[in-house]
């Protein structure tokens, strides 16, 4: 029997591992959550952050920056106590990875760093929804712009033909990356979805101004 890539239109043989897709599909699949999905790029998130600096900014009298640094400190607490837990009892591979990726990255990123990222990949959503295939690439890429705080998930080697030295990242399993992710929506995944929201309602302010002001134009004599 012939298997062939159902993402390509039957016309790639399909890797006989994984049945369905051939093999850069399934790296695909693995790497950024959806067939089709492609990697948000630190660049295309900055537009999104500043928006969300902004916010933050203009709020900096409220206790928000602090309440969700606090959110953030209990998922710190929390992998934690998965990752002690892995100690004493066996525990799903799955869980422990992912609580040993959170903790590096609550040890080796600002928190508000973690913080604005979070939020902007939420506006980025909010606003370009056609850029995530589904809900587990969003979760896939917020998982990757947040560990792309940290070169530190790369391991670096040195070309030994051009003498260069590269940066290998490390994959997550698919699994890890959605419990990761799951742990990071529940603790900021509300934030980001207001700040949408009032990045939306600004906008829509922004428009009726416009309107108006058209409007005005229209009515001179
Ligand atoms: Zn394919």
Request: a positive charge.
């Amino acid at each position: 029997m012939n298997y062939t890539c159902i993402a390509s239109g039957y016309s790639s043989p399909a890797s006989t591992k994984f049945g369905r897709y051939c093999r850069p599909h399934v790296a695909q699949l693995r790497r950024h959550g959806a067939i089709g999905q492609t990697g948000i790029t630190k660049a295309e998130l900055k537009a999104y952050g500043r928006i969300v600096s902004a916010r933050l900014e203009k709020n900096r009298d409220k206790p928000l920056l602090t309440q969700l640094e606090a959110r953030w400190g209990v998922v710190q607490t929390y992998a934690a106590t998965v990752r002690d837990e892995a100690r004493s009892k066996p525990i799903v591979r799955y869980r422990r990875e992912a609580a040993v990726e959170t903790l590096r990255i609550g040890k080796n990123v600002n928190a508000r760093d973690v913080i604005e990222t979070v939020l902007a990949m939420y506006v980025m959503q909010d606003q370009e929804p056609r850029r995530f295939k589904s809900d587990q690439a969003f979760k896939t890429q917020l998982v990757r712009r947040v560990r792309g705080l940290t070169r530190l998930n790369a391991d670096a080697w040195t070309d030994a033909k051009t003498g260069k030295r590269k940066l290998v990242y490390r994959d997550l399993s698919q699994r890890t990356v959605i419990i990761m992710g799951g742990w990071i929506a529940e603790a900021l995944g509300p934030a980001g979805i207001m700040f949408a929201r009032l990045e939306r309602k600004d906008h829509e302010k922004e428009q009726q101004a416009l309107l108006a002001f058209r409007q005005t134009l229209d009515d001179i004599e």
